[in-house]
C-alpha cells in the first residue's frame, strides 16, 4: 500500500503569507495525486487534481506541483478562510486504490 | 448543481449493522461512480470503496472486505453504504462523494454533508 506522509503536522501563518505544504508518497504515483480542503465541522472540497490542475471554482491563489513522490501544495497569499485542514490523496486504478495524508492543519498565527 | 445529501446521524450497538444513504441530484445517476470515505474522530480520511451506479459493480479497500456493502437505487438515485459486525472503532463520520468525472473512478468531487455512527453499548 502506498503511504502519502504530510509536513508539517501543523502550519502557523498569518493572513497575506505564502503557504507550502508538503505531501511525500512512498512509492511513484506519477500525477495520480489531489489536494482537498477541509474546514471544521464540514465535508471536503477538491482543490486540485492530477498534481496540479484546479478544480472548478477554486482561486488561482491555489496551485499544486510535484510528480512522481514529491509534491506541493502552495496558497500564494493567504486570506483568513483558508485557515482548514489539508489532505492530500493518491490513486491508482487497476483495481481502485485510494489513500490520504494525515493532513496538515493550517492555523492563524 | 450537482447535491448528495445523507442519512441523518445514527447509534448502533456492537455487532450491529447500519446503513447509511447518499440521494443524489443535479446530474445522471448512473454516469459517476459514487466512492464512500469515513473519518474517525480527530483523524485522517480513509477510503472505503466505490460503486459503479450503472452496473452495481463494485471495489472495496480491503480493510473493510466481508463487512461492507455498497448497493444503490436507480429508481430514486440513491446510494448505500452498509456495515456490519461495528465496533467502537467504527464511530466515524461516513461521507459518500461522486467521482469527478463520469465513466472512470478518478477524484471525488462534490461530497455529501457526512452521517455520524456513534458505535455504542
Known amino acids: 500500500e502506498i503511504v502519502l506522509t504530510q509536513s508539517p503536522a501543523t502550519l502557523s501563518l498569518s493572513p497575506g503569507e505564502r503557504a507550502s505544504l508538503s505531501c511525500r508518497a512512498s512509492q511513484t504515483v506519477g500525477d495520480n495525486l489531489a489536494w482537498y480542503q477541509q474546514k471544521p465541522g464540514q465535508a471536503p472540497r477538491l482543490l486540485i487534481h492530477?498534481?496540479?490542475i484546479r478544480a472548478t471554482g477554486i482561486p488561482a491563489r491555489f496551485s499544486g506541483s510535484g510528480s512522481g513522490t514529491d509534491f506541493t501544495l502552495t496558497i500564494s497569499s493567504l486570506e483568513p478562510g483558508d485557515f482548514a485542514v489539508y489532505h492530500c490523496q493518491q490513486r491508482s486504478d487497476r483495481p481502485p486504490v485510494y489513500t490520504f495524508g494525515q493532513g496538515t492543519k493550517l492555523e492563524i498565527k | 448543481q450537482v447535491y448528495l445529501v445523507q442519512s441523518g446521524a445514527e447509534v448502533a450497538k456492537p455487532g450491529a449493522s447500519v446503513k447509511v444513504s447518499c440521494k443524489t441530484s443535479?446530474?445522471?445517476?448512473?454516469?459517476?461512480?459514487m466512492h464512500w470515505v469515513r473519518q474517525a474522530p480527530g483523524q485522517g480520511l480513509e477510503w472505503m470503496g466505490c460503486?459503479?451506479?450503472?452496473?452495481?459493480?463494485?471495489h472495496y479497500a480491503q480493510n473493510f472486505q466481508g463487512r461492507v456493502t455498497m448497493t444503490r437505487d436507480t429508481s430514486s438515485n440513491t446510494a448505500f453504504m452498509e456495515l456490519t459486525r461495528l465496533k467502537s472503532d467504527d464511530t466515524a463520520v461516513y461521507y459518500c462523494g461522486r467521482s469527478l468525472y463520469s465513466g472512470s473512478y478518478n477524484w471525488f468531487d462534490p461530497w455529501g454533508q457526512g452521517t455520524l455512527v456513534t458505535v455504542s453499548s
Open positions: 492530477d498534481a496540479s
Open positions: 443535479g446530474y445522471i445517476f448512473t454516469t459517476n461512480y
Open positions: 460503486l459503479n451506479p450503472k452496473s452495481g459493480d463494485t
